[in-house]
């Protein structure tokens, strides 16, 4: 599976209005992240120093070889 | 065009080994970023904090009603 075969089995249906998507995705085997979870954390955080965040749904991913990290900001207006 | 026919046109040899891939994605009409650079510009730091970065490439992509940014990531191993 592909990197993007990920995002192919995203529907329209699933996109909303007023919100933001964020996704990360690499290759398992070849992609060591150490602190991992404080990386996806600061990230976060610059998105918030920039928009009205209402809400923020995290979705991870993993089969044998891809990781996806997958972050939707819903937009205070 | 959803948000997420920018991502299906994506064929699996755009993908390589090495590298982090990041996107963002939001509609246009919807959300208004301001300072849209500078948070590009901090959201990449905080990857080149985490990892060791070797080059970065970045893409934006606007239609009438999605606005991208691609941005991939390569990896110094």
Do not use: C, G, W
Not at 24 to 43: D, F, V
Not at 52 to 63: A, F, G, L, P, R
């Amino acid at each position: 599976m592909s990197l993007f075969d990920i995002f192919k089995k995203k529907k329209s249906k699933d996109v909303a209005k007023d919100r933001l998507m964020m996704m990360l995705a690499y290759e398992r085997a070849n992609t060591k992240i150490e602190n991992l979870e404080e990386m996806k954390k600061e990230l976060i955080d610059v998105v918030k120093k920039y928009l009205h965040v209402k809400d923020v749904v995290i979705k991870t991913n993993s089969n044998q070889d891809i990781e996806t990290l997958e972050v939707e900001i819903i937009l205070d207006k």
